[in-house]
Nanobody
Framework: QVQLVESGGGLVQSGESLKLSCVGS????????ISWHRQAPEKAREWIAT???????MYTPSVKGRFTLSRDDAKNTVYLQLDSLAPEDAAVYSC?????????WGQGTQVTVST
């Protein structure tokens, strides 16, 4: 079963950017369907984006045009570029992998946005 580790979160001001990473523990990660979710305090976890192995992407409307998925198969890594961040984007961002060997969540990385 692939293991996932997210990184890249931090504290930024409104309008600034972050680039999150999701690293898979094995090469099979590159054939998996990768999704990003986020969960803010006192709110349910929200799906925000999905990247398929062939390169197709899908985004929830609230982040479309601001967040961008990409991948580097040589590094077993999927990236989520967060631009034009706003306070409502503050949350723990988690990576999810679905493949032939099952489904896995990462631990998450904290994104904080100040005004």
């Amino acid at each position: 079963q692939v293991q996932l580790v997210e990184s890249g979160g931090g504290l930024v001001q409104s309008g600034e950017s972050l680039k999150l990473s999701c690293v898979g523990s094995e090469d099979s990660f590159n054939g998996d369907i990768i999704s990003w979710h986020r969960q803010a305090p006192e709110k349910a976890r929200e799906w925000i984006a999905t990247l398929w192995p062939g390169g197709a992407t899908m985004y929830t409307p609230s982040v479309k045009g601001r967040f961008t998925l990409s991948r580097d198969d040589a590094k077993n890594t999927v990236y989520l570029q967060l631009d034009s961040l706003a306070p409502e984007d503050a949350a723990v961002y988690s990576c999810h992998s679905t493949g032939d060997d099952g489904a896995t969540w990462g631990q998450g990385t904290q994104v904080t946005v100040s005004t």
